[in-house]
């Protein structure tokens, strides 16, 4: 089956009519619930000031030479660091001082003074702890008291997620390759629902622990075949900027992140209100058909035909007729047709040497878009100001990103596109490195632009790397480079930890990554007037012309 035969099908029936604009809408609003699960732990492990519990009730409590009687006004006042105390005096009149993880009870109790050069015993915060609630009521940090020596608890949080992800992509990827798009994005979004719910009545640290992972990998499963599904059922003239635009349903989710955190502070709600936004989708995804290019590549051309008609109907075309496009195909035994990609696997992204360096230069800037896409958004908590305002704007700019993208690769094509943006983001990653630290807004912009240009590359990669590769090994080449990337997001939030070494760690870091992808795009051919790829010897001769100025079999249309 030629590739360039089964576009004309979209030249019949239509590229993006109500038929395929319902199932646009229908697959791409689930998005917006896969932004809001990836970005969650932002604002479900903050960590607020806190100190010891003394063992009794406090009636006095002095910090420095500042008196007051109730502990709501201390917060203000009372600093992150380890070295500031609280001397609180209880009911029985012992005198303590509490810190953040440690606590010590003077011998001496006859006068409340803040300095105290007298003999006193020290001891672990065995009463728990005291936490400041001005911002948020409760979060999974003050739920199980993941601080102190217990704090890389939380922070091991959203690199598991990652690790989850990244094996949902490798899954689901292959078992969309196998089973078909339409029962892993009925699966997945239902697990959504389920997962998201269940983690909200989680009765402890690990349980927590274990539904987010499982979580993560129905949430991962469901955004590789997303695209790919996408992809497969809208026409090149409509694919590019339909492809891409999904994305922005995913940023819409971001955002929401931060509003949703903005007006619930209380982390089981927060979590609650997350997971409902999945049940509209799941009223629909029944009706979701098959991809008619899935289903030919398995030889089932009944099945094919059916969908084809159907979106006929739908888009008040004239119908449109496999045996006309694709005669020899239709004659040729189904069990024949379907043992490519019954034998199909992760090997063959290496399929020669060519395929092979390209897999690994698309894996790269996978890695690169996912580890720079979650290094800003973590950081941005981190920019000063309003926590909430920062993340909200630095989701917002991925939009004009995505149109951004969209000119791009109609101008440029998607390697200069996609060379021009990992630059450019190692450009601004240097930016910021040498800003003054005073100047506040200065790195808030710096930081939006860095993530408008990463954004571009996350957003882009998908479609590209689906265009790379043919049918029988589409769906794994996007879930194998998801999972490459999801390396990088869990490496992500783990740099941001690192900038206690040194502050710049992160965009260091970032910077080459984007630099040394960008020099290798220049190595992969160009796919822009070219239709999908449905074979190997399609997919190889893509390299014969890098810059594609001219397309293959069947008759291109632009995108």
């Known amino acids: 089956m030629k590739s360039g035969n089964f576009e004309q099908i979209f030249e019949r029936v239509g590229h993006f009519g109500r038929y395929q604009i319902f199932l646009y809408i229908v697959c791409a609003f689930q998005n917006i619930s896969c932004g809001m699960h990836y970005l969650a732990s932002v604002f479900l492990t903050i960590s607020p000031k806190q100190t010891c519990r003394p063992p009794g009730n406090m009636t006095h409590i002095l910090f420095y030479n500042v008196s007051m009687w109730r502990m709501e006004n201390v917060w203000t006042l009372f600093p992150r660091s380890r070295e500031d105390y609280l001397v609180v005096q209880l009911q029985d009149g012992q005198v303590w001082e509490l810190q953040k993880c440690y606590r010590f009870r003077r011998d001496n109790n006859s006068s409340l003074n803040y300095e105290y050069a007298g003999h006193k015993s020290g001891s672990p915060c065995l009463d728990g702890f005291i936490y400041d609630k001005s911002e948020w009521d409760n979060t999974v940090v003050t739920q199980w008291n993941l601080v102190c020596n217990r704090e890389w608890f939380a922070r091991l949080i959203q690199p598991t997620f990652m690790f989850g992800v990244l094996v949902g ?70 694919r590019t900027w339909a492809s891409i635009q999904v994305h922005s349903f995913f940023t819409v989710g971001t955002m929401l992140v931060a509003l949703i955190a903005y007006l619930v502070r209380t982390w089981w709600a927060y979590q609650i209100i997350l997971s409902t936004v999945t049940l509209p989708f799941i009223l629909f995804c029944w009706i979701l058909p098959e991809t008619p290019f899935w289903l030919l590549s398995e030889g089932r051309y009944e099945e094919a035909q059916k969908i084809v008609d159907q979106m006929s109907k739908w888009n008040r075309a004239r119908p449109c007729k496999l045996s006309e496009l694709l005669p020899l195909d239709l004659h040729s035994p189904a069990d024949d047709v379907s043992s490519a990609v019954k034998k199909s696997n992760l090997l063959d992204l290496f399929y020669d040497w060519n395929i092979g360096t390209r897999t690994l230069i698309v894996w790269l800037i996978w890695f690169t878009g996912c580890f720079g896409f979650y290094s800003f958004s973590f950081n941005s908590v981190n920019l000063g100001g309003n926590d909430y305002l ?37 450009l601004f990653c240097g930016m910021v490195m040498v800003i003054p630290k005073g100047y506040r807004i200065w790195i808030l912009v710096a930081n939006m632009a860095g993530k408008f240009f990463i954004g571009s590359v996350f957003g882009l990669i998908y479609l590209y ?3 790379l590769y043919p049918t029988m090994i589409r769906t794994q080449a996007v879930g194998s480079g998801s999972t490459v990337a999801r390396v ?47 074979t190997w010897k399609e997919a190889t001769e ?16 632009v995108v």
């Open 488 to 534: 990088g997001s869990i490496i992500a939030p783990l740099s941001i930890y690192l900038s206690s070494v040194w502050i710049f760690l992160p965009q260091l870091l970032l910077g080459i990554s984007a630099f040394v992808s960008g020099l290798l795009t220049l190595q992969l051919p160009e796919t822009r007037r070219r239709p999908l790829t449905t």
């Open 169 to 238: 992509a490798l899954v689901f990827g292959y078992l969309s390759d196998r089973v078909g798009r339409q029962p892993v994005l009925w699966s997945t979004s239902i697990g959504m629902y389920l997962f998201g719910i269940s983690a909200a009545f989680t009765f402890d640290y690990y349980s927590f622990m274990v539904t987010r992972f499982l979580l993560a990998i129905v949430t991962s499963g469901y955004l590789v075949v997303l695209f790919v599904y996408v992809t497969e059922f809208i026409g090149m003239k409509a």
């Open 390 to 426: 920062n993340f909200f704007l630095l989701g917002a700019v991925d939009i004009p990103a995505y149109f951004f993208v969209c000119l791009g690769m109609d101008l440029m094509g998607r390697r200069r596109t996609l060379t021009f943006s990992l630059i450019s983001t190692a």
């Open 465 to 467: 790397t689906a265009e």
């Open 542 to 557: 893509l390299n014969v012309d890098k810059d594609g100025s001219s397309g293959s079999s069947g008759g291109s249309l």
